[in-house]
């Protein structure tokens, strides 16, 4: 029972870690740019529409993006400071888990039909392996006046490939929030 419980084990700590994997957040800045002057936005619609994603999930991202800079002091305007642009990268990431151990049976040697005993034990490989998408979101950050990108934030982490609408929406809002957690940057500590 024992080498059961020690066999499984590692597999339910892996099935635990990657089902609340968190995301994994870049983010790059201008160092010239007064953070402190930016209080309005508009959505870039020319770079969202380059994204290569569905319709429905754009609409899931600019409405995470619209409650996170709200939450910031932020105004949605039509002579915005900001321009707000996102894009998106995807890609399979497969995890092979190799396994090896020993086991013991019956063995046939060379020839027909000669019994060998020495052959009742061996070795034994397996694999596990699993696939999982793992995504990248960009939000990217450009002053109006200047048309330059003053600052970009990037989520890496899985994406849950699920028909469940809420847990979609869910982890949409994880990305942006963490994401946009970043901004503004903390330039006091590179000063």
């Given at each position: 029972m024992k080498k059961k419980i020690l066999f499984f084990l590692p597999l339910a700590l892996m099935f635990l870690a990657s089902s609340c994997v968190s995301v994994r957040v870049i983010a790059d800045y201008d160092r010239n740019a007064d953070f402190n002057t930016y209080k309005s936005y508009a959505f870039y619609k020319t770079g969202i529409d380059k994204a290569q994603i569905s319709d429905l999930d754009k609409k899931r991202i600019l409405r995470a993006i619209e409650n996170e800079m709200a939450?910031?002091?932020?105004?949605?305007?039509?002579?915005?400071?900001?321009?707000?642009?996102?894009?998106?990268?995807?890609?399979?990431r497969v995890d092979v888990y190799n396994n090896a151990g020993w086991g013991w049976g019956?063995?046939?040697?060379?020839?027909?039909?000669?019994?060998?005993?020495?052959?009742?034990?061996?070795?034994?490989?397996?694999?596990?392996?699993?696939?999982?998408?793992?995504?990248?979101?960009?939000?990217?950050?450009?002053?109006?006046?200047?048309?330059?990108?003053?600052?970009?934030?990037?989520?890496?982490?899985?994406?849950?490939?699920?028909?469940?609408?809420?847990?979609?929406?869910?982890?949409?809002?994880?990305?942006?929030?963490?994401?946009?957690?970043?901004?503004?940057?903390?330039?006091?500590a590179s000063s």
């Open positions: 939450n910031k002091g932020f105004v949605k305007s039509e002579n915005p400071d900001l321009l707000v642009s996102i894009f998106t990268k995807e890609r399979e019956w063995g046939w040697g060379p020839g027909w039909g000669y019994w060998n005993p020495w052959l009742w034990g061996g070795p034994g490989w397996g694999n596990n392996i699993s696939t999982r998408t793992e995504g990248s979101l960009y939000i990217d950050l450009i002053d109006t006046s200047s048309k330059e990108l003053i600052w970009q934030g990037r989520g890496v982490g899985t994406l849950n490939n699920t028909g469940n609408i809420e847990k979609k929406e869910e982890r949409i809002r994880q990305f942006v929030s963490q994401i946009l957690e970043k901004y503004p940057p903390n330039t006091l």
